[in-house]
């Protein structure tokens, strides 16, 4: 009888490899969201940083070609436009703006640098070159000049990842700087973010300010989030719903904030 | 055995790093071909299926853990299917005629993009012809005319 049993699991063995790596998967996919998971994965992400060097280094490098290149037509084009001035130009308003959001804010910022965006078309995550030795846990804040950008989910001792707001898991509670309601956000793939279940008699108008509210224990109030584009007040309903456009490009995105202390 | 692991896992880091370093260059409409999904199912084409699904989980996991995914979890159960599934071709390949075993493969990519879609997407009120139409498809066809044109270029397995 167990002989047999025993032939009939060599004969299957690949189907139950199969399945067991599938219940694995699914059990990890179950335990995403527990802290020790997510402690596990900043511990091994900062083993395996070493995979974004060549593109932080390719980065770097092309950088200095850009710069350059500018150089050289500015030569050549005898200080009709000075390029390297332009781009210390950009970078000077860039840290200016920078400098302002550290000294206007009561929060202790700690700066850090995006070193990888996910792979997926989605970008659902990214990396940053901090971790908890310079004080950063998981469910901070992280936000841009621009706006609120997400929140630390795995911190490592020299990487952290972020869940970006673009992420379909990512919920924000948000208020209508001139109205005053609140609600809750969320975002959509092709970059929509909509707050549902506004009562109709609220005046929302586009152009309106959305902030963050305060009723979160991970962001703190009036952040920036974005701005009303579009509000859909149907007839006979008792809600409105409301679009809104994140100022922040996650493109684009390299410089950003973690609030260490709130 | 030894020597093959170390040369598998060798090329696994390749193409995590090579994801990082040329998928935003490659990136067209927000679509970027997945590299390490490719590696998978060549793995499995020329080892087979114990050899494909390990290494479709082993790589997932690691594309998740270190921030190169959705969920934790997500990229190991879709690439240990496409494994699973890739590995089939071991020995059997020239029983297809070309044509046929390049659809068979994009059916494998499709197959391994649908679950990756549906299940980062569950919570999210949207169609699922747009997901199919606006990612699932379109990456699809991204990384099959990848996978199709290295294929055809190493030869890897004659017909």
Not at chain 1, 105 to 121: H, R
Not at chain 1, 142 to 157: C, E, H, N
Request: glycine letters at 6%; a neutral charge; proline letters at 3%.
């Amino acid at each position: 009888m167990w002989k047999k049993i025993i032939f009939i699991l060599l004969d299957f063995y690949e189907y139950l490899l199969f399945i067991f790596l599938i219940i694995i998967s699914l059990l990890i996919l179950f335990v995403n969201e527990v802290p020790q998971t997510r402690a596990l994965q900043g511990e091994i992400t900062d083993v395996f940083t070493f995979v974004h060097y060549p593109r932080i280094w390719i980065d770097q490098l092309s950088g200095l070609i850009e710069e350059n290149e500018n150089l050289r037509r500015e030569n050549l084009q005898l200080r009709l436009q000075n390029v390297e001035f332009k781009e210390a130009l950009i970078e000077n308003q860039r840290l200016k703006a920078m400098l302002n959001m550290l000294d206007s804010t009561k929060y202790d910022l700690l700066p850090a640098k995006v070193i990888n965006k996910g792979t997926t078309p989605i970008v659902n995550s990214i990396l940053l070159n901090v971790g908890s030795r310079q004080g950063v846990k998981p469910n901070m804040a992280v936000l841009s000049t621009r706006g609120i950008v997400g929140k630390t989910i795995a911190v490592g001792d020299r990487t952290t990842q972020v869940q970006l707001f673009l992420d379909a898991n990512f919920r924000l509670s948000v208020k209508f700087q001139n109205s005053r309601v609140a609600g809750i956000m969320k975002w959509y793939p092709d970059g929509r973010a909509e707050v549902k279940e506004i009562p109709i008699t609220v005046t929302i108008d586009p152009g309106e300010l959305v902030v963050t509210s305060g009723y979160s224990k991970i962001y703190p109030p009036n952040i920036v989030v974005g701005e009303v584009i579009e509000v859909n007040r149907p007839v006979n309903e008792l809600f409105q719903s409301v679009i809104v456009h994140s100022r922040v490009d996650t493109d684009t995105i390299e410089e950003v904030f973690i609030i260490l202390n709130y | 055995m030894m020597k093959k692991i170390l040369i598998v896992a060798g090329f696994g880091l390749l193409s995590i790093v090579l994801q990082v370093v040329f998928g935003p260059w490659l990136t067209v409409g927000g679509i970027k071909p997945d590299f390490v999904l490719i590696l998978v199912l060549f793995v499995a084409i020329l080892n087979g299926r114990v050899l494909g699904q390990l290494f479709g989980f082993g790589i997932g996991l690691l594309v998740d853990i270190i921030g190169m995914g959705s969920f934790l979890g997500l990229s190991a159960l879709s690439k240990t299917v496409a494994g699973f599934l890739a590995g089939y071709f071991k020995n059997r390949r020239n029983r297809f005629n070309r044509l046929m075993y390049y659809a068979l493969s994009l059916l494998i990519i499709l197959i391994q993009f649908t679950i990756v879609y549906l299940i980062n997407f569950k919570s999210v009120e949207i169609s699922t012809q747009y997901l199919f139409l606006r990612y699932i498809l379109p990456e699809t066809i991204y990384t099959g005319l990848i996978f199709i044109l290295l294929d055809y270029i190493f030869a890897f397995e004659s017909f």
